[in-house]
């Protein structure tokens, strides 16, 4: 069982950044792979960008070049900077664990662990 809690969200003008963390508990986070997600009301849950337990990342091309997972294994924490921030990424943003961990799915239904969310608003 892995509990993850986010963290980091709030309001930031466009053309801003915030850095989101997420904290996950238990001693085998590096044999995850991890993502992010992002949801507005009435939308799907979208991809935003995974690392594997190799550190291979994948990003959607939404965010290519203004977003960048990370993780530190060491502080069991997986991070997303985000730059350059357009109202467009306004949404409630999850981190998820994925027990293949040599994986960077962009399909929520492949992870096995979810975080209760944190709102991002990017104001015009």
């Known amino acids: 069982q892995v509990q993850l809690v986010e963290s980091g969200g709030g309001l930031v003008q466009a053309g801003g950044s915030l850095r989101l963390s997420c904290a996950a508990s238990?001693?085998?986070?590096?044999?995850?792979?991890m993502g992010w997600f992002r949801q507005v009301p009435g939308k799907e849950r979208e991809f935003v960008a995974a690392i594997s337990s190799g550190d291979t990342t994948r990003h959607a091309d939404s965010v290519k070049g203004r977003f960048t997972i990370s993780r530190d294994n060491a502080k069991n924490t997986v991070y997303l900077q985000m730059n350059s921030l357009k109202p467009e990424d306004t949404a409630v943003y999850y981190c998820a664990a994925d027990r293949n961990q040599w994986a960077t799915s962009e399909i929520p239904a492949l992870y096995d662990y979810w975080g209760q969310g944190t709102q991002v608003t990017v104001s015009s």
């Open positions: 238990g001693r085998t986070f590096s044999r995850y792979a």
